[in-house]
Nanobody
């Protein structure tokens, strides 16, 4: 049984930092591209950051423009964990954040949510002004 479990969300003030974690089980994580998506109230879910599978030559990451320079995605295949370090948080970062896994051993992390095979239940991030 595949499980992705997010943690680390919370209520913070603008400018603060949070680190989200995603614990995976039931998959060989090294074959999966991993990503974080988010969904704000009344909006569609959007891609935030992704990290290619470990089998891809060179670990590549990609981000949506609005979080570049503030967010950092990383993975630890030995611990079956994915992280999202979020710095300089803004009120517009408020959303439910989801971890997702895409079977893509030699591909980069895609931004289309339809490509992802497994999802976590989400963790709420609220940034007050």
């Amino acid at each position: 049984q595949v499980q992705l479990v997010e943690s680390g969300g919370g209520l913070v003030q603008a400018g603060a930092s949070l680190r989200l974690s995603c614990a995976t089980s039931g998959i060989t994580m090294s074959g999966y591209a991993m990503a974080w998506f988010r969904q704000a109230p009344g909006k569609e879910r959007e891609f935030v950051a992704g990290v290619a599978a470990a089998r891809m030559l060179g670990v590549t990451v990609n981000y949506r423009d609005s979080v570049k320079g503030r967010f950092t995605i990383s993975r630890d295949n030995d611990k079956n964990m994915v992280y999202l370090q979020m710095n300089s948080l803004k009120p517009e970062d408020t959303a439910i954040y989801y971890c997702a896994a895409d079977w893509a051993p030699y591909g980069s992390a895609r931004s289309n949510e339809a490509e992802y095979d497994y999802w976590g239940q989400g963790t709420q991030v609220t940034v007050s002004s």
